[in-house]
C-alpha cells in the first residue's frame, strides 16, 4: 500500500460493496496480515472465538458476535496490542452424526451396517468437505481471525487436552460411574444433560387410576399421571405425610392395576398435597424425581421401557404391551384400564415436556449407568471469581444467572451413547477386571501384564461440551507449557449468547481454576438474540431466519457491521430485525463515500503537514473541537463496551458535523479567492486531518470502505511506503489543544439560524431553487458579531439573498417568522415575491379539509366504548397518537393560513 498523495479518488459515484469487499479480502489474506506477530514489548488483547459447528452455517447471531468480537480486535490492534483473536471449530458430537446418518439414509445405509470405524470415516470425509464452511463464509463479514491458527476440537493436540483432563479429574475422584436416571433421547440413542433439553408447554391429559387397596380391592387410591405407560415399572404409591385423606393407608399395600403385583403406600414430603389427587405413583427408573424418592425409601428400581422408547419384554408388562411404542402404548394402557374399570377420570392437562434440542424427540427419563462430574466442589472456585468480580459479566445482570446455576448446580452427566466425538479414556482388562483412566491406549494391563488385546475402551463418547469446556486454554496449546499461552492466557474477553451461559461459560471457568488455577477471560459478554420482525425466534425450520449473506450482498457487509454494532450488548436482550436499519447503514457507507470523493479530489497533490492553528477559521476550529470530543467520548464508550453509543457518536459526527455541515462550509472556503493563500492550504489540512483520522477511528467498525479510501488518503511521513494496512495504523487519540468551546458555541448557534431559515423555506414550501429574501433581528451584540461574521455561511447554506441582519427593523406585510427565537434572534422571510400566494392558500385550505376528516374518522373510533374495552392497548396508544399528530398538523396548517391573510387584505 503506498502513501502516494498523486493516488486518484474513487471514480465511482455510488459505494460498490461487492467489489471493494472482494478486493480487501484477497488483499488481507494474501498478504496474510492477520497471522499472529507477537512483540514482547506490547501490552497483549485476546479472545476465545465461541467455537461454531462443523454442521452450522453463518447465521445472525454468528455475525453479530463476530462483529462486535472483530470491533475490540481491530480497536486493540491500532491501539498498538498484540492481539490473538483465536478461531476454530467444533466437532458438535450429536449434530454431525445425525447430519451423517442423514446422508446415509439416502444411499440406504445406516451407521450400524458400517461399524463404529468405517462409519468414523464417513464423518471425517463428511468434515473434510463440508466441515470448514462456516470459517469461508466468515471471510465475507470481513473478521480479522489469527487465520493461521484455526483449531478443531479433533485435532490431536487438542484430543491430548482431553484425555490429561479427563485422567486428572478421574484419577483424583471426580468422575464416577453412576447408575441413575438421565435424559435419554430414543430418536439419537444417547443420555443428555439437562441443559441438551427443551422443555415446551404441551397439550396432553392427566390420568387419575384407581389403584385397589389389597386388603380391601372395593376401596382404592387414586393416583393422578401424565404418563401411564409407566405404571408397569412403579414400585409404591406416594402421599404427603401431612395428609389427612391418606395417613389411614400408609404402611399398606394397593394393587398395580392390570398387573398380578402389589406395591407399597409411603409418605414423603416430595408429594404436592394440591397436585391431582395428592397420591403419586412411584416409578424410579423412569423418572429423576422419583428415582430421589426410591433411594430414600430403598426401593427397587425396575426398567420398563427401552432405549428405543418402547415398552420391554418383560413379565413386568402385560402381554398385548410388550414392543409397543411408547405414546401408543399410553393409549393402550388408558383403554385397558378403562374396561377394567379404574380409569377413574382423563382430563386435557398441558405440561412442560423436554425436548432433545437436536432432534426434538420427547426425552425418555431412563435409568442407565454413566459417567458424571462431581460438581460440588469443582463449583465453589468458580463461583467466587464472579462473586469477588474477577470476572465480570456485560451486562452485570446475568451473573445473577450464573450464580444461581453454579450454586445449585448437579454432578454432570459426561457420557454419550455416539460414534463420533472423544471416546472416553477408560480402559478395562477382560482378564482381571482392573479399570483405570489412560491418556494413551496401554499397551498392557498394569495389574496383571495382560496384552492389549485384553483390553477394551468404554464404548461411550464425552458430552461435546467437555471438549468446549478446555477452549480458551487447550487453543493456545495446554497441557504444554507454550509461548501462546504464556502471553495470551488469561483471554481478556469472551463474547457469547444467554442461552449457554451455563453450558458453556460457567464450565470454562471451572476447568480453567481447576487445572490452570485462573480464571479463562475477565469480561463475559452476553450479546443480544436477533428475533424475526415481529419478535418471534428465527428457526431455519420454520422458515423465517434471515440469512445475513444474503444481507451483506445486498447492503454489503460494512452496513451489516455498523447495525451489529449499534446492536451492542448493554440495550435490549431482544433485538428485532429491521432491515430498513441495513438500507440506512448503506446509506451511511454510501454518504462516507462521496465525502471520501470530495475530500480526496481537493487532496490531490496535497502533502500532510501540521495546522497551523492561529490561521484557522471558525468553521475548521469548530470541526476539530468536535472531532476531538468524539475521539474522547470513544475511548470512553469502548471501555465499557458500550457498542451502541459507539455507533451512535460515529453515525452523528460523520453524517452531520462532517458531511452536512463542514464539507458544505469547506466548499465555501475553499471557492473564495483567497484559497490559494494560507486559508485554502489549512482548510486542506484539517480536510485531511479529520477526514483521515475518521477513517481509522470508523476501521473496526466498517474495515472495507475504510481500507479503500485510506488507500487513496495521502500519508504523512509516518507510515513507510509499503505500509500494509490501515489495521496497523494508531486508532486517533484526543487533543485537548484542539478543543474549543468558544467556536462549538459560534457554529452552533450559526447552524441553529441556518437550520431556522430552512424550515421556513420547507414550511411554505419555497422552491429549493430559489434564493430568498431573510430579514434577522438580534438584540445581543456577541451574537450580532457572531452573525455578521457567519453571513457569508448563513447566505450560502440558506440559500439568503439579499441577507440584511440589524438590531432592529419593522416586518413588511405577509412575513414568515421562525416558530422559536434562536436565543435573541428573531428571523423573517418576506413570501410575497417567493411564492404564488392564492395558490398556496388554496393547497392549505384543501389540506386542512383532509386532516379534519381524518381527525373525524380517529376520533369516532376512540369514542367507541367497545373499542377501548377490547382493543389492544399498543392500538389505542396508536390511534390517541395518531390524533395527536392530526392537531398538531392543523395548528401548522391555521399558521401558515394565518400568514397568508395578509394578501388578502391587503
Known amino acids: 500500500m503506498s502513501n502516494n498523495s498523486n493516488v486518484p479518488p474513487p471514480s465511482s459515484n455510488a459505494y460498490l460493496p461487492q467489489a471493494v469487499e472482494g478486493k480487501w479480502t484477497e488483499y488481507w489474506h494474501a498478504n496474510k496480515v492477520f497471522d499472529l506477530d507477537v512483540n514482547p514489548d506490547k501490552p497483549r488483547f485476546s479472545i476465545a472465538l465461541p467455537p461454531p459447528n462443523i454442521t452450522g452455517n453463518l447465521h445472525m447471531g454468528h455475525a453479530l458476535n463476530g462483529t462486535l468480537q472483530d470491533v475490540l480486535i481491530r480497536l486493540k490492534r491500532m491501539q498498538g496490542y498484540n492481539v490473538l483473536w483465536q478461531p476454530g471449530t467444533d466437532h458438535a458430537g450429536i449434530s454431525t452424526q445425525m447430519v451423517v446418518e442423514r446422508k446415509l439414509k439416502k444411499e440406504g445405509l445406516n451407521r450400524r451396517q458400517l461399524g463404529r470405524e468405517k462409519f468414523t470415516e464417513k464423518v471425517w470425509e463428511w468434515r ?35 484425555y490429561r483432563a479427563f485422567v486428572i479429574l478421574y484419577k483424583e475422584g471426580y468422575i464416577y460411574r453412576g447408575n441413575r436416571v438421565t435424559n435419554w433421547c430414543p430418536r439419537c440413542l444417547t443420555s443428555l444433560s439437562d441443559l441438551e433439553v427443551e422443555h415446551e408447554e404441551t397439550k396432553g391429559f392427566l390420568y387419575c387410576i384407581n389403584y385397589p387397596l389389597k386388603d380391601d380391592p372395593t376401596k382404592s387410591l387414586t393416583v393422578a399421571t401424565t404418563r401411564p405407560e409407566t ?45 391431582g389427587t395428592g397420591a403419586l405413583k412411584i416409578t424410579p427408573a423412569h423418572d429423576a424425581n422419583d428415582f430421589e424418592v426410591g433411594v430414600r425409601h430403598k426401593l427397587d428400581k425396575p426398567v420398563v421401557i427401552d432405549q428405543a422408547g418402547k415398552l420391554m419384554d418383560s413379565e413386568l408388562v402385560p402381554e398385548a404391551l410388550r414392543g409397543v411404542e411408547r405414546f401408543e402404548a399410553r ?31 420427547v426425552i425418555e427419563p ?50 454419550r451413547q455416539l460414534w463420533w466425538g472423544h471416546r472416553i479414556p477408560i480402559y478395562t482388562c477382560t482378564k482381571c477386571g482392573h479399570m483405570d483412566a489412560f491418556e494413551d491406549a496401554p499397551q498392557h494391563c498394569p495389574k496383571c501384564n495382560a496384552p492389549a488385546s485384553e483390553i477394551s475402551q468404554d464404548e461411550d463418547v464425552l458430552d461435546t461440551w467437555f471438549s468446549s469446556a478446555l477452549w480458551p486454554f487447550a487453543t493456545l496449546g495446554w497441557p504444554e507449557k507454550t509461548t501462546e499461552l504464556k502471553l495470551f492466557y488469561p483471554t481478556t474477553v469472551l463474547s457469547t449468547a444467554r442461552e449457554i451461559i451455563n453450558l458453556w461459560v460457567a464450565r ?102 501540521g495546522i497551523d492553528v492561529s490561521k484557522l477559521t471558525l468553521a475548521d476550529r469548530w470541526i476539530l473541537h468536535r472531532y476531538n470530543v468524539v475521539l474522547d467520548k470513544l475511548q470512553m464508550y469502548f471501555q465499557d463496551y458500550d457498542f451502541d453509543n459507539v455507533a451512535r457518536e460515529l453515525h452523528e459526527f460523520t453524517w452531520s458535523a462532517f458531511c452536512d455541515w463542514y464539507l458544505e462550509i ?26 483521515e483520522g475518521l477513517l481509522r477511528a470508523l476501521h473496526p467498525i466498517m474495515p472495507f470502505i475504510t481500507e479503500e479510501l485510506w488507500s487513496k488518503t495521502p500519508k504523512s511521513q509516518y507510515y513507510p511506503k509499503d505500509f500494509l494496512s490501515i489495521m496497523f495504523a494508531p486508532y486517533p487519540r484526543p487533543d485537548e489543544n484542539m478543543i474549543d468551546d468558544d467556536a462549538e458555541e459560534k457554529i452552533e448557534f450559526i447552524i441553529r439560524v441556518i437550520r431556522s431559515i430552512r424550515n421556513i423555506r420547507q ?80 393547497k392549505l385550505h384543501q389540506r386542512r379539509q383532509t ?47 394565518e400568514v397568508l391573510k395578509a394578501s388578502e387584505t391587503a
Open 231 to 275: 405404571m408397569f415399572g412403579d414400585v409404591a404409591v406416594a402421599v404427603h405425610p401431612d395428609d389427612a385423606r391418606y395417613k389411614q393407608y400408609v404402611g399398606k399395600e394397593v394393587m398395580l392395576p392390570l398387573t398380578g403385583r402389589t406395591v407399597p403406600v409411603i409418605a414423603d414430603h416430595y408429594v404436592e398435597k394440591d397436585f
Open 331 to 361: 393409549e393402550k394402557t388408558a383403554e385397558m384400564l378403562s374396561e377394567v374399570g379404574l380409569l377413574a377420570e382423563k382430563r386435557e392437562y398441558n405440561n412442560g415436556v423436554g425436548h432433545c434440542e437436536r432432534c426434538h424427540t
Open 851 to 897: 386532516i379534519q376528516k381524518d381527525i373525524a374518522k380517529v376520533t369516532s373510533q376512540l369514542d367507541r366504548p367497545e373499542f377501548r374495552e377490547k382493543a389492544p392497548q399498543d392500538k389505542v396508544n396508536a390511534l390517541e397518537n395518531q390524533l395527536s399528530e392530526l392537531n398538531r398538523q392543523i395548528e401548522s396548517v391555521d399558521s401558515q393560513l
Open 366 to 415: 431412563l435409568l442407565s449407568d454413566q459417567w458424571y462430574v462431581s460438581m460440588k466442589d469443582l463449583a465453589k472456585p468458580a463461583i467466587e471469581v464472579v462473586e469477588e468480580g474477577r470476572v465480570q459479566f456485560v451486562p452485570d445482570r446475568y451473573a445473577a444467572t450464573y450464580l444461581d446455576w453454579m450454586r445449585n448446580i448437579r454432578d454432570w452427566c459426561i457420557s
Open 508 to 609: 470454562m471457568i471451572f476447568t480453567s481454576m481447576k487445572f490452570l488455577g485462573t480464571i479463562p477471560f475477565k469480561h463475559v459478554l452476553i450479546h443480544p438474540v436477533i428475533q424475526t420482525t415481529d419478535g418471534k425466534r428465527m428457526s431455519k425450520s420454520k422458515g423465517n431466519a434471515v440469512d445475513p449473506l444474503d444481507m451483506i450482498a445486498k447492503y454489503g457487509a460494512d452496513a451489516n457491521r455498523f447495525w451489529f454494532t449499534s446492536v451492542g450488548v448493554k440495550g435490549d436482550q431482544d433485538v428485532r430485525f429491521r432491515e430498513e436499519k441495513l438500507e440506512e447503514y448503506k446509506r451511511f457507507a454510501n454518504k462516507l463515500w462521496n465525502a471520501g470523493r470530495f475530500v480526496l479530489t481537493q487532496l490531490e497533490g496535497f502533502e500532510p503537514h
Open 666 to 691: 469547506a466548499k465555501i472556503q475553499l471557492g473564495q479567492a483567497q484559497a490559494i493563500s494560507e486559508t485554502g492550504n489549512q482548510t486542506k489540512a484539517v480536510l485531511h486531518t479529520v477526514f
Open 128 to 162: 473434510k468437505q463440508y466441515g470448514d464452511q462456516i470459517m469461508l463464509q466468515y471471510r465475507t463479514l470481513g473478521v480479522s481471525f489469527g487465520w493461521d491458527r484455526v483449531a478443531f476440537t479433533m485435532d490431536p493436540s487438542y484430543v491430548k487436552a482431553i
Open 763 to 842: 414550511t411554505y414550501n419555497v422552491p429549493a431553487s430559489a434564493e430568498a429574501e431573510v430579514m434577522i433581528v438580534c438584540q445581543d451584540e456577541s451574537e450580532m458579531r457572531c452573525l455578521s461574521d457567519g453571513a457569508h455561511i448563513i447566505g450560502r447554506m440558506a440559500k439568503a439573498n439579499p441577507l440584511d441582519i440589524s438590531m432592529d427593523f419593522t416586518p413588511p406585510s405577509m412575513v414568515a417568522a421562525a416558530c422559536e427565537a434562536v436565543s435573541s434572534v428573531q428571523i423573517y422571510v418576506p413570501l410575497a415575491k417567493l411564492i404564488d400566494v392564492d395558490k398556496s392558500r388554496e
